[in-house]
């Protein structure tokens, strides 16, 4: 009997993805639940598990090839298992013991795409990669450990005669011979066409528009100063900025309820609960990651949970959850050294702060010039939704609260 091979349904915004690397060939034998080919989504990377034990008898799809949710991958045959089940068996009982990996289980380990990606990059043999994740799972940051390890001192060669540099005949271009003028075309990874497409979809069916304020981080950065290192061992986590910043969009978001909400048709849908996403950078490309209920999070559960979500974005094991939803963003390009930009909408939400690099730049005080540590923030909205007056006072409100850290514990 033959079983398909199908693509799974792995949430209600994903439709569709992209066959990143078929992990075994036909004609293999394989084992139920054993990760056969690795999926590239708009949001996250998988792996399809054989759905029954057997031989891999096709494979439909071929490596780069767009699928979508239901489409047939390629198919097992039950039966030829148990032809090749005896054979099997005669040979492993004459063949050598296997290494394993510890615990018994002869199988390679589980590798995350982003491991494999990383080691094709590095050219480290994963075979030689002990993994930290669970059940032994190969994540990018082994890969990474194993590629910066110390190589063994290579033997001294006597050096070689200089060769002779070739000229060109007459007549031929002789700018090859200059500098490396060469092309390369690389096709968009799956998440980073997506982004693509929703960043133009964003712009041509929103009415953007961005505001901009400035806020004082005096009051902050001498109270981080204060308590850095009690915080830090108490809650073995450090105290950043992202969590005011937070704290701060929830309060003015109570205030100012429309930049918390999307429209659906001609109405519309107010939220009363805050799902903050956080903009995070990965080698893959943007992902927004979302604090569920922020407004219950401490300080310390949302800086946790941020450093989690950076983690887990760059080793590729953000699952759909962590990705799902969300009522605002924030995003932050002052960590690559931003200092001002007009973040884009993250769709269907009508809000995105966007927060910069913080600079000391002279302001006046009481009548007197002093340097502070300034940042620029921008708030791009909705404006179908939104009206300018609201979104100004809502940076306002944000700025007042950063400015004066104790105000968040009362609001």
Known sequence: MSINIVVPEVGESIVDARVAKWLRKEGDVVAVGEPLVELETDKIDLEVSAPQ????????????????VGEVLGSIDEKAAAKSAAPAAAAADAAPAETTNGKGDAKPPRVTPAARK???????????????GDAGRVMRRDVEQAASATPAPAVAKAPEAPKAKPVPPVGEDRRRSEGNRSEE????????ATIAKRLVEAQSTAAMLTTFNEVDMTAVMALRERHKQAFKE???VGLGIASFFVKASVGALRSFPLLNAEIQGDEMVLKHYFDIGVAVGASEGLVVPVLRDADTMSFAQIEKQIRDFASRAEAGTLSLADLKGGTFTITNGGVFGSLLSTPILNPPQVGILGLHKIQDRPIAVNGQVVARPMMYVALTYDHRIVDGSEAVRFLVRVKELVEDPGALLLD
């Open 118 to 132: 990383a080691a094709a990059a590095n050219e480290v043999d994963l075979s030689q990669v002990r993994g930290s």
């Open 234 to 236: 108490r809650y073995g």
């Open 185 to 192: 075309r690389v096709r968009m990874s799956k998440r980073r």
């Open 53 to 68: 034990a057997g031989v891999l008898a096709s494979i439909a799809r071929k490596d780069g090839e767009d699928v979508k």
